[in-house]
């Protein structure tokens, strides 16, 4: 086999890898009509790609409202960020925002100058890990509100035990 037909198998399997490994975000905070909805992907070692997301609002709640201090993070233990946010403990190396869009920066959860984040519909959202981030350190990714201390959704990206 020539090496460019080589390539080109590598990039096909790559694509069809992409395509296969999408994971639903979980609708959690639906009481408080933040809704939320969309398929998340790994697209490399450093990047989140969430396809057709939507919030707050989504084709079956049309009336979400926005949460007032809502942002992506991710997580290196557990299973979810609601214990370890709501006991108020060290959540250094352990959060990490990744607020949309400006992503691929090193935030601290505590900086109130976070962004947050907006209305979207049906749209793909990329979301760049900071430096000396990789997907394989993380556990799972949550839309969560600082003010209210809710867990949005979420999704577990790598076994979480």
């Not at 933040?34 to 049309?62: A, M």
């Not at 201090?69 to 190396?93: E, H, M, R, W, Y």
Request: one cysteine or more; charged letters at 15%; hydrophobic letters at 35%.
């Amino acid at each position: 086999m020539s090496r460019w037909m080589l390539m080109v198998v590598v990039v096909i399997v790559h694509i069809h890898a992409l395509e296969g490994q999408g994971k639903q975000l979980s609708q959690l905070a639906t009481k408080n009509k933040h809704f939320l909805e969309g398929t998340v992907f790994t697209r490399d070692e450093n990047t989140i790609e969430i396809r057709s997301f939507s919030y707050p609002s989504t084709k079956t709640h049309p009336y979400g409202r926005l949460g007032p201090d809502a942002f992506f993070i991710a997580g290196t233990q557990g299973c979810s960020p609601d214990n370890l946010l709501k006991s108020g403990g060290n959540t250094t190396g352990i959060i990490i925002p990744l607020p949309f869009p400006q992503t691929g920066k090193k935030w601290n959860f505590k900086n109130s100058s976070i962004p947050k984040m907006e209305a979207v519909v049906n749209e793909d959202i990329q979301l760049s890990l900071p430096p000396g981030v990789q997907m394989k350190d993380l556990k799972w990714l949550s839309l969560w509100c600082r003010q209210y201390k809710s867990n949005f959704g979420q999704v577990v990206l790598n076994n979480c035990n």
